[in-house]
């Protein structure tokens, strides 16, 4: 039987394609070696230096941006959800159109995330953001959002949930997962997984894991069938998805399982609390292959970049940059402000000043809270296109402040900065008011 005989910790030989090299090691500052560390990940589309930033482009748009200015602000690479592009346009599409990047006109490398998340949070009316902050072990073993009817159901082989644009039924399961994602044909792929939420119970979580486990066997043997079957297609890695919550034994057990299997790199994926989010990576990041790398799947704010650099995330995604932008949030060094405030009105400095990207080498505050006001598409490409980069560079900083063996130096200064809860120096005085 073929299945009884496939080793899913046997490696493909096309796998060399894709690579991994650590570059410098970060230091603990009591001179002891920490988790952190850059490298340069090689894909068929180009190489990304780590750590970096991964631009999220959901439905294959960065949006509001031309791939051309997400080029130019500096972003290395795109990540695009197969959850979306399966259900629209239709990952069919997407191959016959020559893969993701041809579609949308990127010629850098790409990612996708498996659809497992949006099937799942979608599914159970969480909406795009499982809740941080509730954690009840003792909860119930099947979290649905309160007021909202369950649209994904799980079982053992995989996953029936109904389309959030259509109500449609549909069927994921590892299998499906992996055709849809080679049909997209991103760089960079990633196991189909079970998400659980941190209201689920620990023997919820336990069996959650298991299920992960044996779905991400399923998702190795049908990606290297598929790399044999599509002839012609360049390689596209394949990187497991740790799973495991809270828990440290069982975030470890996904990581000694995961190890061991044939994947090109890792996700660390799943519900986790903001202060416990340095921990958890670093758990993974003790118990992964040293030699491949590590994604941290959906973060959102500097300083959670600045602690998944530490403890050893070489590439991390966050939507926050473009979604805050559409709400005329822009990122400063002093912190994020919002450009709709009345002290904007005559501001004709940049965004930020010093910074290098297109918008502020050209725009003022004035002139994009006029577009903002007057509901002109136009604010949200200039403020997504400057926060991009904001977040961009600070990851670029990071990585040389590694290699300078100044990161802890630096960490701490944007942090005190961006941090410190003061009204924007830049520009004009705020408004004083007198009691
Ligand atoms: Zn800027």
């Known amino acids: 039987m073929p299945h009884d005989s496939f080793d899913p910790t046997a490696p493909h030989p096309r796998q060399t394609d894709f690579s991994f090299e650590v570059g410098t090691r970060l230091t603990n500052p009591d001179g002891s070696q920490a988790l952190g560390r850059t490298g340069v990940i090689k894909t068929p589309h180009g190489e990304i230096k780590t750590p970096a930033f991964i631009a999220v482009g959901t439905k294959a748009t960065v ?144 069996e959650s894991l298991e299920r992960t486990r044996l779905w991400a066997e399923r998702c190795v043997r049908e990606h290297f069938n598929l790399t044999d079957d599509r002839v012609g297609k360049e390689y596209q890695a394949l990187f497991g998805v740790i799973q495991g919550a809270q828990y440290e034994d069982l975030r470890r057990k996904a990581c000694q399982d995961l190890g061991a299997m044939a994947f090109d790199g890792f996700g660390i994926g799943g519900a986790l609390e903001k202060e416990n989010l340095g921990t958890i990576v670093g758990w993974c990041a003790e118990e992964l292959p040293e030699n491949k790398p590590r994604h941290l799947l959906g973060i959102s704010e500097p300083d959670d970049i600045f602690t998944a650099i530490e403890n050893g995330a070489d590439t991390f995604d966050c939507v926050s940059p473009t979604r805050v932008a559409r709400n005329s949030a822009f990122y400063t060094p002093h912190g994020r402000f919002n450009l709709s405030g009345s002290r904007y009105k005559r501001d004709f400095t940049p965004l930020a000043e010093g ?81």
Request: net charge negative; charged share 20%; hydrophobic share 40%.
């Open 63 to 206: 949006k509001a941006i031309l791939p051309e200015a997400v080029a130019e602000l500096g972003a290395q690479a795109v990540l695009a959800n197969a959850y979306h592009l399966y259900l629209q346009p239709g990952s069919d599409l997407l191959d016959a159109a020559g893969g993701l990047g041809k579609f949308m006109n990127w010629s850098g490398p790409t990612f996708t995330d498996s659809g497992g998340f949006q099937v799942m949070s979608l599914g159970s009316g969480f909406k795009k953001v499982i809740d941080m902050n509730l954690v009840d072990q003792s909860g119930p073993d099947d979290a649905v959002a309160p007021g909202k009817e369950r649209l994904a159901n799980v079982d053992d082989d995989g996953v029936w949930f109904k389309s959030h644009l259509d109500g449609t039924k549909h069927r994921f399961s590892p299998e499906i997962s992996m055709k849809v994602q080679h049909e997209i044909g991103a760089d960079i792929m990633f196991a189909f997984d079970e998400l659980t939420t941190l209201q689920n119970s620990r023997g919820y979580q336990v």
């Open 355 to 435: 910074c290098e990207c297109y918008t502020c080498q050209n725009y003022t505050r004035a002139y994009i809270q006029h577009m903002f006001k007057s509901k002109e598409i136009l604010s949200h490409t200039l403020i997504s296109i400057h926060n991009e980069h904001f977040v961009v560079k600070m990851v670029d900083d990071a990585r040389q402040a590694i290699e300078d063996g100044t990161f802890h130096e630096m960490k701490a200064d944007v942090m005190a900065k961006y941090y410190a809860r003061k009204p924007d120096p830049q520009g004009l005085p705020a408004l004083v008011t007198t009691a």
